[in-house]
Each structure stands twice: as structure tokens, then as C-alpha cells.
């Protein structure tokens, strides 16, 4: 089989497994989100993402809180804004 062609297959069984827990170590954390690992550092030393250590050394992320944490600060797209505003317009006149 081509090099590649294996390179490729274990990548998505690594995403697949990744995919499965609950609880990620720095490494996936990484690869999950795509932050880079020294960014990840950083938002880690400053408290600014929510990890665990539980033994002092080891990082782990809750990936739940995790996603939660990248979907925050969410923006809604402009044709949404423009249409709820439109909305909120409609139901102002009509009462």
C-alpha cells in the first residue's frame, strides 16, 4: 500500500477516535481545535481556557467545554441581523 495512502487512512481513524472521548489530553486538544500547541500553552498558563490538572503536569480539556468555549462570543450572520431587524421594525408599527 502507498505511503500515503496509509498516512491518510491513520489520520481519520485518529480523528475518528478523537472524536469518541470525553476527555482530551494537550496533543488532541490541539489537533481537535487546530490551535497551535504553543497557543494553547499560552491560553492554558494565562487561565484562559478551561483545562484541568489534575497531578500538577498533565494538561486534559473536557471537550464539552471545550467546543463551548470556541463557539463563544458567537456573531450571527448579516443577513440574519438584517432580517431580525426588519422583524423587530414590523412588530414596533404594529403596536
Same mark, same amino acid.
Given at each position: 500500500m502507498d505511503t500515503i495512502l496509509i498516512?491518510?487512512?491513520?489520520?481519520?481513524l485518529e480523528k475518528l477516535l478523537i472524536g469518541s472521548k470525553e476527555? =482530551?489530553?494537550?496533543?488532541? %486538544? &490541539?489537533?481537535?481545535?487546530?490551535? @497551535?500547541?504553543?497557543? =494553547?500553552?499560552?491560553?492554558? %498558563? &494565562?487561565g484562559k481556557?478551561?483545562? @484541568?490538572?489534575?497531578n500538577g503536569k498533565m494538561v486534559f480539556f473536557d471537550k464539552k467545554?471545550?467546543?463551548?468555549?470556541?463557539l463563544q462570543h458567537k456573531?450571527?450572520?448579516?443577513m440574519e441581523i438584517k432580517d431580525n431587524a426588519q422583524a423587530g421594525n414590523l412588530a414596533n408599527k404594529h403596536t
Open positions: 498516512l491518510e487512512r491513520l489520520d481519520r476527555v =482530551l489530553t494537550f496533543d488532541e %486538544a &490541539s489537533d481537535y481545535t487546530g490551535i @497551535s500547541r504553543s497557543y =494553547l500553552y499560552k491560553l492554558t %498558563a &494565562s481556557i478551561p483545562h @484541568s490538572k489534575p467545554k471545550l467546543v463551548d468555549w470556541l456573531r450571527e450572520p448579516r
